[in-house]
Protein backbone atom coordinates (compact mmCIF):
# COMPACT_ATOMS: atom_id res chain seq x y z
CA UNK A 1 0.00 0.00 0.00
CA UNK A 2 2.93 2.47 0.96
CA UNK A 3 4.49 1.66 -2.60
CA UNK A 4 1.66 3.50 -4.17
CA UNK A 5 2.16 6.95 -1.95
CA UNK A 6 4.54 8.29 -4.46
CA UNK A 7 3.09 7.19 -7.74
CA UNK A 8 0.02 8.81 -6.23
CA UNK A 9 1.94 12.00 -5.46
CA UNK A 10 3.63 11.66 -9.07
CA UNK A 11 0.56 11.76 -11.03
CA UNK A 12 -1.08 14.40 -8.71
CA UNK A 13 2.10 16.63 -9.26
CA UNK A 14 1.97 16.34 -13.13
CA UNK A 15 -1.64 17.26 -13.22
CA UNK A 16 -0.36 20.36 -11.34
CA UNK A 17 1.83 21.26 -13.27
CA UNK A 18 0.21 20.68 -16.53
CA UNK A 19 -3.08 22.90 -15.48
CA UNK A 20 -0.65 25.58 -14.68
CA UNK A 21 1.12 25.52 -17.68
CA UNK A 22 -2.63 25.71 -19.42
CA UNK A 23 -3.19 28.45 -17.18
CA UNK A 24 -0.48 30.49 -18.33
CA UNK A 25 -1.16 29.74 -22.00
CA UNK A 26 -4.44 31.35 -22.14
CA UNK A 27 -3.01 34.37 -19.96
CA UNK A 28 -0.63 34.94 -22.32
CA UNK A 29 -2.96 34.41 -25.27
CA UNK A 30 -5.32 36.99 -23.63
CA UNK A 31 -1.86 39.56 -23.16
CA UNK A 32 -0.96 39.42 -26.88
CA UNK A 33 -4.32 40.30 -27.64
CA UNK A 34 -4.85 42.70 -25.64
CA UNK A 35 -1.40 44.02 -25.79
CA UNK A 36 0.54 43.26 -29.04
CA UNK A 37 -3.36 42.99 -30.56
CA UNK A 38 -2.47 40.56 -32.80
CA UNK A 39 -6.18 39.98 -33.01
CA UNK A 40 -6.15 42.69 -35.55
CA UNK A 41 -6.81 41.83 -39.13
CA UNK A 42 -3.54 40.46 -41.32
CA UNK A 43 -1.95 42.96 -44.04
CA UNK A 44 -2.14 42.06 -47.35
CA UNK A 45 0.56 44.69 -48.87
CA UNK A 46 -1.85 44.63 -52.35
CA UNK A 47 -1.09 48.28 -52.82
CA UNK A 48 2.23 49.85 -52.69
CA UNK A 49 1.28 53.18 -52.25
CA UNK A 50 4.67 54.71 -54.03
CA UNK A 51 3.49 53.11 -57.38
CA UNK A 52 -0.32 53.26 -56.93
CA UNK A 53 -3.36 55.76 -56.31
CA UNK A 54 -5.11 53.63 -53.87
CA UNK A 55 -7.50 56.81 -53.14
CA UNK A 56 -8.65 55.96 -57.10
CA UNK A 57 -9.11 52.56 -56.13
CA UNK A 58 -12.54 51.53 -54.79
CA UNK A 59 -12.56 48.48 -51.91
CA UNK A 60 -9.29 49.15 -50.34
CA UNK A 61 -8.44 49.16 -46.70
CA UNK A 62 -5.54 50.20 -44.49
CA UNK A 63 -4.58 47.07 -44.17
CA UNK A 64 -4.09 46.66 -48.37
CA UNK A 65 -1.32 49.67 -48.18
CA UNK A 66 2.07 48.83 -48.19
CA UNK A 67 4.79 51.90 -48.17
CA UNK A 68 8.19 50.63 -49.22
CA UNK A 69 6.71 47.53 -48.28
CA UNK A 70 6.07 48.31 -44.45
CA UNK A 71 2.68 47.37 -43.38
CA UNK A 72 0.22 47.83 -40.23
CA UNK A 73 1.24 44.93 -38.08
CA UNK A 74 5.38 45.07 -39.29
CA UNK A 75 7.57 45.23 -36.18
CA UNK A 76 10.13 48.37 -35.49
CA UNK A 77 13.24 45.56 -36.70
CA UNK A 78 11.28 45.47 -39.68
CA UNK A 79 10.46 48.92 -40.28
CA UNK A 80 14.05 49.56 -39.98
CA UNK A 81 15.35 46.97 -42.12
CA UNK A 82 12.74 48.01 -45.38
CA UNK A 83 13.51 51.78 -44.60
CA UNK A 84 16.39 52.28 -42.66
CA UNK A 85 17.30 53.80 -39.45
CA UNK A 86 14.81 56.69 -38.88
CA UNK A 87 15.76 60.36 -38.58
CA UNK A 88 14.27 60.95 -35.26
CA UNK A 89 12.61 58.24 -32.68
CA UNK A 90 10.47 59.60 -30.20
CA UNK A 91 8.99 56.71 -27.09
CA UNK A 92 6.38 57.47 -25.45
CA UNK A 93 3.91 55.57 -22.30
CA UNK A 94 7.03 54.00 -21.29
CA UNK A 95 8.53 52.46 -24.10
CA UNK A 96 5.13 51.30 -25.33
CA UNK A 97 3.94 53.82 -28.06
CA UNK A 98 6.92 54.59 -30.00
CA UNK A 99 7.56 57.22 -33.29
CA UNK A 100 10.03 56.93 -36.00
CA UNK A 101 9.84 59.97 -38.63
CA UNK A 102 11.46 59.95 -42.00
CA UNK A 103 13.26 62.60 -43.51
CA UNK A 104 16.88 62.85 -44.73
CA UNK A 105 16.70 59.22 -45.05
CA UNK A 106 14.10 59.00 -47.42
CA UNK A 107 16.03 61.77 -48.77
CA UNK A 108 13.34 64.44 -48.58
CA UNK A 109 14.46 67.65 -46.34
CA UNK A 110 11.29 67.87 -44.05
CA UNK A 111 9.85 64.62 -42.18
CA UNK A 112 7.25 63.04 -44.43
CA UNK A 113 6.60 59.60 -42.81
CA UNK A 114 5.84 58.90 -39.80
CA UNK A 115 5.63 55.32 -38.41
CA UNK A 116 3.93 54.91 -35.14
CA UNK A 117 4.22 51.23 -33.36
CA UNK A 118 2.24 50.13 -30.36
CA UNK A 119 4.01 47.45 -28.56
CA UNK A 120 6.68 47.10 -31.53
CA UNK A 121 3.72 46.66 -33.66
CA UNK A 122 3.13 49.37 -36.44
CA UNK A 123 -0.47 50.57 -36.19
CA UNK A 124 -0.19 54.14 -37.76
CA UNK A 125 1.71 54.87 -41.17
CA UNK A 126 1.23 58.73 -41.45
CA UNK A 127 1.84 60.67 -44.99
CA UNK A 128 3.08 64.43 -44.70
CA UNK A 129 3.06 66.80 -48.01
CA UNK A 130 7.34 66.62 -48.64
CA UNK A 131 6.54 62.64 -49.06
CA UNK A 132 4.88 63.68 -51.80
CA UNK A 133 7.58 63.25 -54.85
CA UNK A 134 6.76 59.30 -53.51
CA UNK A 135 3.24 59.46 -54.07
CA UNK A 136 1.06 59.29 -57.18
CA UNK A 137 -2.28 60.87 -58.14
CA UNK A 138 -4.89 61.77 -55.67
CA UNK A 139 -2.58 60.68 -52.74
CA UNK A 140 -0.10 63.60 -53.11
CA UNK A 141 -1.00 66.13 -50.75
CA UNK A 142 -1.83 68.91 -52.36
CA UNK A 143 -5.19 71.24 -52.84
CA UNK A 144 -7.67 68.93 -52.03
CA UNK A 145 -10.40 69.99 -50.23
CA UNK A 146 -13.09 69.18 -47.38
CA UNK A 147 -15.95 68.25 -50.72
CA UNK A 148 -13.14 66.21 -52.32
CA UNK A 149 -12.71 64.01 -49.34
CA UNK A 150 -16.45 63.91 -48.72
CA UNK A 151 -16.91 62.88 -52.84
CA UNK A 152 -14.25 60.43 -52.42
CA UNK A 153 -15.27 58.88 -48.79
CA UNK A 154 -18.32 60.19 -47.62
CA UNK A 155 -19.24 61.14 -44.43
CA UNK A 156 -16.57 60.14 -41.86
CA UNK A 157 -16.96 58.28 -38.83
CA UNK A 158 -15.56 61.08 -36.50
CA UNK A 159 -14.45 64.34 -36.49
CA UNK A 160 -11.43 65.45 -34.60
CA UNK A 161 -11.17 69.28 -33.78
CA UNK A 162 -7.57 69.80 -33.08
CA UNK A 163 -5.67 72.72 -32.37
CA UNK A 164 -4.43 73.53 -35.86
CA UNK A 165 -6.21 70.86 -37.87
CA UNK A 166 -9.26 69.19 -38.37
CA UNK A 167 -9.18 65.17 -38.52
CA UNK A 168 -11.08 63.19 -40.17
CA UNK A 169 -12.03 59.84 -39.27
CA UNK A 170 -13.09 56.48 -41.74
CA UNK A 171 -13.16 53.34 -39.70
CA UNK A 172 -14.40 50.92 -42.06
CA UNK A 173 -11.12 51.74 -44.50
CA UNK A 174 -8.75 52.46 -41.87
CA UNK A 175 -8.00 55.87 -43.05
CA UNK A 176 -7.63 59.30 -41.07
CA UNK A 177 -7.14 62.89 -43.43
CA UNK A 178 -5.95 65.92 -41.70
CA UNK A 179 -7.67 69.04 -43.25
CA UNK A 180 -5.53 72.34 -42.17
CA UNK A 181 -8.09 75.14 -42.83
CA UNK A 182 -9.58 74.19 -46.13
CA UNK A 183 -6.72 72.08 -47.37
CA UNK A 184 -5.26 68.22 -46.86
CA UNK A 185 -2.45 68.44 -44.58
CA UNK A 186 -1.89 64.80 -44.38
CA UNK A 187 -3.22 61.63 -43.72
CA UNK A 188 -2.91 58.41 -41.83
CA UNK A 189 -3.49 54.55 -42.91
CA UNK A 190 -4.46 52.66 -40.09
CA UNK A 191 -6.37 49.52 -39.20
CA UNK A 192 -9.92 48.71 -39.68
CA UNK A 193 -12.75 49.08 -37.29
CA UNK A 194 -16.39 48.81 -36.79
CA UNK A 195 -18.58 51.96 -37.88
CA UNK A 196 -19.86 53.98 -35.05
CA UNK A 197 -22.37 57.02 -35.58
CA UNK A 198 -20.88 60.24 -36.23
CA UNK A 199 -19.18 61.86 -33.70
CA UNK A 200 -17.70 65.61 -33.46
CA UNK A 201 -14.99 65.55 -31.00
CA UNK A 202 -13.67 69.13 -29.84
CA UNK A 203 -9.97 68.63 -28.04
CA UNK A 204 -9.01 72.42 -29.07
CA UNK A 205 -8.96 73.55 -25.07
CA UNK A 206 -11.87 76.86 -23.79
CA UNK A 207 -11.39 79.99 -24.13
CA UNK A 208 -11.92 81.21 -20.93
CA UNK A 209 -12.62 85.06 -20.02
CA UNK A 210 -10.16 86.84 -17.32
Known amino acids: MNRNIPIQ ?101 QVGLLIHLDNNKVTRITFK ?10 TQITNQTKQWLFNHFGKPSRMKLLTFFTQYEYHERGLEVFLDGKEMNGFSIVYPKAEEKNIVVNTVPPITSS
Not at 31 to 40: A, I, M
Not at 54 to 65: A, I, L, N
Not at 75 to 94: M, N, T
Not at 129 to 138: A, E
Open 129 to 138: KPFNRFLVGD
Open 9 to 109: KYILLCMVVLSLVLISGCAQKFLDERGNQDFRPVSTGKYEISKVDVFSEKQWRGTDVAVFGVLLGDSKEAVIEKLGLPDKEIQYLGGNATNLEYSKQLTIA
